[in-house]
């Protein structure tokens, strides 16, 4: 028997959520024009008496783009530090939450009192789903405090009643060693993280004497865990059968998706504070949710007080796995598929990193290890005309002889795949790093 930790909404039918969000959007919104001067010039042109009855409706209202946030943001005064969309007063802010931009200054966040609370609620409904309870000693991963990652999700964790170690910023030799001595049950780490974890758990737990109690793993921060052989390489390297991925948007809540004990595609999980849509990228025209579908996901805070955002483009794009669960939640589960601000041009054509990460992880299963990491010669690099540079590790079997051969059946089957040329090369096993918070598929090559 399931049981959830917020039972009447998560067991609601969908469109029966819609409506009772529509009605907590439409109070928001009459108020929202007067609270924040960006949204005072984002909705000037909104009819005065609209009125949000139903999902639908929230289609007459423009988006909000990260560029608006970050426009908003360098209008910051010292009377509103977070900028024209700062909808409360400096007085009443109690914290501040960076984004992890890869380029230029972060986006900052700001929270009330009432809104740490809304987080810490979602978040804590997100590894309730993931099947973190009382009980259970989290080893936290995450370094730093201030991004979406660090204080809401130790929050959310200490909300459920879980002890949390927070060792996220120590040497790894020293994580391991403690989260033994600690009884560690539960860790949450970026997918690239908990796999350098999973190469090394054995051998610590040798040293130290202690057996491993851990039961499960949380991934978050980065893409991933949907990729079988990385689940499966984790599964086996920690030996325990207990993984869940996680996904969510410091912009919006830092935690909203997670899987259920199916472990297939994440549920919603904040549709008490924040409204949901599918749109077509391209022309942004609203999408049904229905299994199989894809498109970007939108979001819409309306419990959310100091920064609030109304269709907020999250450039996550998803595909809806399903609209039903044998665990009896109704939100929608899905996968993310790869983030706008990945995306490549390949001769004219786009292409996730994702998806060449996936296919060859998959296809090359047992004879490399299943991480990828793809070169761009300058950050904002988008368009190739040549080989794309891909990086892979050798697995064990592998040896160096043998390497060139495999590279060239790698740039085969990707260009057979999806027809796009990459230039592979296969590197020793470790030589691709393994951080500990948002690991990008992508890197610049330096100089
Ligand atoms: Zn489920």
Redesign the pocket.
């Known amino acids: 028997m399931?049981d959830y930790w917020n039972p009447e909404l998560e067991t609601l039918p969908w469109s029966k959520v819609e409506r009772w969000q529509a009605a907590r959007v439409a109070e928001m919104l009459a108020a929202l024009r007067r609270r924040s001067r960006l949204y005072a010039r984002l909705h000037a042109g909104v009819p005065e008496g609209f009125v949000v009855r139903a999902a639908a409706d929230l289609a007459a209202l423009p988006f909000t783009l990260k560029d608006d946030l970050r426009a908003a943001q360098e209008a910051a005064s010292d009377a509103e530090p977070f900028g024209k969309n700062q909808a409360v007063a400096q007085a009443d802010i109690v914290q501040a939450i960076s984004s992890s931009g890869t380029t230029g200054r972060p986006l900052y966040y700001a929270l009330t009192a009432r809104d740490v609370e809304v987080f810490s609620d979602a978040i804590a409904n997100v590894w309730y789903?993931a099947g973190i309870r009382k009980g259970d000693i989290v080893a936290h991963l995450v370094g730093l405090p201030m991004v979406a990652g660090g204080l809401p999700y130790a929050d959310g964790f200490r909300r459920i009643g879980a002890t949390l170690c927070w060792l996220g910023g120590f040497p790894t030799e020293r994580i391991l060693r403690e989260m033994r001595h600690l009884r560690v049950t539960t860790l949450l780490a970026t997918t690239s993280f908990a796999l350098h974890l999973a190469e090394k758990w054995d051998e610590v737990g040798r040293e130290t004497g202690i057996a491993s109690r851990l039961q499960k793993v949380l991934g978050g921060g980065e893409p991933g865990l949907a990729q079988p052989e990385l689940r499966r390489r984790i599964v086996e390297g920690l030996a325990l059968g207990h993984v869940r991925e996680t996904m969510g948007l410091g912009d919006v809540i830092p935690s909203m998706w997670g899987?259920?004990?199916?472990q297939?595609g994440m549920?919603f999980n904040a549709q008490r504070y924040v409204m949901l849509e599918l749109v077509d990228p391209d022309s942004g025209e609203t999408l049904p949710w229905r299994a199989g579908a894809t498109g970007e996901i939108v979001y819409t805070t309306f419990a959310r007080e100091a920064t609030p955002v109304v269709r907020y483009r999250s450039r996550d794009h998803a595909e809806v796995v399903a609209m039903k669960?044998?665990?009896?939640?109704t939100s929608p589960?899905i996968r993310c598929i790869g983030r706008t601000d990945d995306m490549l041009i390949y001769k004219g054509m786009n292409v996730f990193p994702t998806a060449i990460r996936d296919l060859v992880v998959e296809r090359f299963a047992g004879r490399i290890e299943p991480l990828l990491r793809l070169w761009k010669a300058r950050r904002e690099q988008v368009r190739f005309d040549d080989a794309i540079e891909v990086d892979v590790e050798a697995s064990a079997v592998i040896d160096h002889a043998a390497r060139a051969a495999l590279a060239r059946e790698i740039e085969e089957v990707v260009r057979a795949q999806l027809q796009v040329r990459v230039a592979a090369t296969v590197l020793d096993r470790g030589g691709l790093p393994r951080g500990v918070y948002k690991n990008s598929i992508v890197a610049v090559r330096e100089g």
């Open positions: 399931t789903t899987e259920c004990e199916a297939d549920h669960c044998a665990c009896g939640r589960r």
